[in-house]
Antibody, heavy 123, light 107 residues
Framework: QVQLVQSGAEVKKPGASMKVSCKASGYTFTDYYMHWVRQAPGQGPEWVGW????????HYIEKFQGRVTMSRDTSTSTAYMELRRLTPNDTAVYSCARGDSVRTAVGTPFDYWGPGTLVTVSS | DIQMTQFPSTLSASVGDRVTITCRAS??????LAWYQQKPGKAPKLLIYRASSLESGVPSRFSGSGSGAEFTLTISSLQPDDFATYYC?????????FGQGTKVEIK
């Protein structure tokens, strides 16, 4: 069965960086886009961007450009999201979510999600 | 950017009630809309895609309707397991946008 297992909770100081991992199993990692979504306390989910695991191509929403980097390690079927220059407003649960096939790329909802990683930014 | 607005933000209902949640897009999105259910501390679960298609394994008491800019999620007979927060999501090949959520509480 498809599983996305994420790294553990982190506490960061303002100005620091965070890097969350998402290890996929139960399907061919390079066949599907991996998306990252964050959810601040009491808020709805916010889509951050995607990575194409086979090519490494990425797309980030404008809000995070220059501050976020998504990467992957195909040998371990793991996706990563790094966010730099953290502020308290970045306190949120960060989740990976599987998107559509890299072959079709028509845009689909997210059928499998990781459990989320809580990142707390506080001085 | 397309904005998604859900209402109500909170809904109080009893087991057995018929429940309807509305999601409105800031412009027409055809049928590119999904609905998710989220319980505290858990990842969202996909219920409906393409506005009205039921995801495999989701109970038939859940249904979606609408097209263009206005959509609804209906639970025909609310069950104890259905008390949760529900989110709509617009998706296409380059953008994924969520609504702010509707919390379904026990009356």
């Amino acid at each position: 069965q498809v599983q996305l297992v994420q790294s553990g909770a982190e506490v960061k100081k303002p100005g620091a960086s965070m890097k969350v991992s998402c290890k996929a199993s139960g399907y061919t990692f390079t066949d599907y886009y991996m998306h990252w979504v964050r959810q601040a306390p009491g808020q709805g989910p916010e889509w951050v961007g995607w990575i194409n695991p086979i090519s490494g191509a990425t797309h980030y929403i404008e809000k995070f450009q220059g501050r976020v980097t998504m990467s992957r390690d195909t040998s371990t079927s793991t996706a990563y999201m790094e966010l730099r220059r953290l502020t308290p407003n970045d306190t949120a649960v960060y989740s990976c979510a599987r998107g559509d096939s890299v072959r079709t790329a028509v845009g689909t909802p997210f059928d499998y999600w990781g459990p989320g990683t809580l990142v707390t930014v506080s001085s | 950017d397309i904005q998604m607005t859900q209402f109500p933000s909170t809904l109080s209902a009893s087991v057995g009630d018929r429940v309807t949640i509305t999601c409105r897009a800031s412009q027409s999105i055809s049928m590119w809309l999904a609905w998710y259910q989220q319980k505290p501390g858990k990842a969202p679960k996909l219920l409906i895609y393409r506005a009205s298609s039921l995801e495999s394994g989701v109970p038939s008491r859940f249904s979606g309707s609408g097209s263009g800019a206005e959509f609804t999620l209906t639970i025909s007979s609310l069950q104890p397991d259905d008390f949760a927060t529900y989110y709509c999501q617009h998706y296409n090949s380059y953008s994924w946008t969520f609504g702010q959520g509707t919390k379904v509480e026990i009356k």
